[in-house]
């Protein structure tokens, strides 16, 4: 059985492939090394399925669209549900809802994530409102924003309609852009003089997978920046940068809110399965079984407490990955772990997932749309 996995990197494979196959020693599992970017690719991620894999991971903004692909290559295929539907009662239930296409399970959830903010300021990281965030920044406080790639702003735009509402309804007018509060918080706190500098610190997996120091999360430590926006795994590059400038500063993770409250937006990560394979009773029963493992308290700690080969006794950084599976947060480790136990917290908010069906048609050229806007007179 051969599968693209998310995140690549190397080692996390490979502890999850010596996991899988120490518990069930009946299966080889091939955990294909891949360019990341081929699963963010429809086309791509659908011919695969047609002719070289068996399960792939993908985000689940693009349930529907790797759909339409499988039909489109030719009469009889499609993306096959799953034999069993995933438990409601063992996942999120933005999980469940992300994985689920015209009623048919087609995805198997596995990680999610959410858009965060990073500070060393508590009153900065544990803003309730848009207003209280804004206020918590001061009139000259800077914010960074991970602003890299198409999805992006869009995704920021999404959230906001859910603060904003509070109806579950995931959706914005892309001509109403200038009278949203994310764009008055990045123009008013991001922006610097006609430009919008919301760079993401510079970041890069090297050949073992782990995640290198470039020092560009220095400015959240000099006074720079008063507060990061992004991911909840951007703290295992964060902590080890803040431990070496701001060592005594103590670093806090809160939900953003873009309203009047916060209602996260998440995004999915799932595994969709081939017609081939689905048509394969062994393939079917394998494939069945190893998003199970990989969903389990087990297979999710390969990639939760992943450390970097590299890491000093003692000075490791988990993952901070988020489970889709409600028992992984039962890790004891979890609450030994002061950042990962309000995590728990944060992700058990229900929210709403991300759309899993036109979002790429939609939104993605919103991003050019809100810098021109960005530049302009207020």
């Not at 190397?10 to 996991?19: D, G, I, N, P, S």
């Not at 198409?150 to 904003?164: A, G, K, N, Q």
């Not at 795994?233 to 953003?256: D, K, N, V, Y």
Request: hydrophobic residues 40%; glycine residues 8%.
């Amino acid at each position: 059985m051969s599968l693209y996995t998310l995140p690549a990197n190397t080692e996390y494979r490979a502890a999850l492939e010596q996991a899988f196959e120490c518990e069930h020693r009946d299966i080889d599992l091939l955990l294909a090394e891949t360019d990341v970017g081929r699963n963010y690719d429809p086309s791509e991620v659908a011919q695969a399925l047609q002719t070289s894999v068996d399960v792939v991971e993908i985000d689940t903004l693009l349930l529907g669209d790797v759909a339409a692909k499988m039909e489109a290559l030719g009469e009889g295929l499609a993306l096959a549900p799953w034999g069993s539907s995933p438990p409601a009662s063992e996942f999120h239930p933005a999980a469940i809802e992300a994985s689920t296409l015209n009623g048919r399970a087609l995805g198997w959830p596995h990680w999610m994530c959410g858009k965060f903010v990073l500070s060393t300021d508590e009153a900065v990281a544990s803003a309730a409102t848009v207003a209280n965030l804004r206020a918590a920044l001061g009139v000259s406080g800077r914010l960074a924003v991970d602003l890299g790639g198409s999805w992006s702003v869009p995704l920021l735009l999404l959230d906001e309609s859910l603060d904003d509402r509070q109806d579950r309804r995931v959706e914005f007018d892309p001509a109403a852009i200038r009278s949203t509060d994310t764009y008055l918080l990045l123009r008013e706190h991001c922006r610097t003089g006609d430009s919008l500098p919301c760079a993401k610190p510079e970041r890069r997996f090297d050949t073992s997978g782990a995640l290198a120091e470039t020092g560009a999360w220095d400015a959240l430590f000099d006074g720079t920046w008063k507060g990061y926006i992004g991911y909840s795994e951007h703290l295992f590059s964060w902590l080890p940068a803040q431990r070496r400038q701001a060592p005594h500063a103590t670093p806090h993770i809160g939900s953003l809110v873009l309203g009047p409250a916060s209602h996260p937006l998440w995004m999915v990560d799932a595994f969709v399965r081939g017609p081939a394979c689905a048509s394969h009773p062994q393939c079917a029963l394998d494939a069945e079984t190893f998003v199970r493992f990989a969903s389990s308290p087990e297979g999710l700690a390969a990639g939760m407490w992943l450390q970097g080969p590299d890491a000093a006794p003692g000075q490791g950084v988990p993952r901070y990955l988020l489970p889709a599976a409600k028992r992984a947060w039962d890790d004891p480790r979890v609450a030994k772990d002061r950042l990962y136990s309000h995590l728990k917290e944060l992700a058990s908010q229900p929210g709403s997932p991300a759309p899993n069906g036109g979002f790429a048609a939609r939104y993605v050229n919103i991003t050019p749309k809100l810098r021109d806007q960005m530049n302009q007179a207020p």
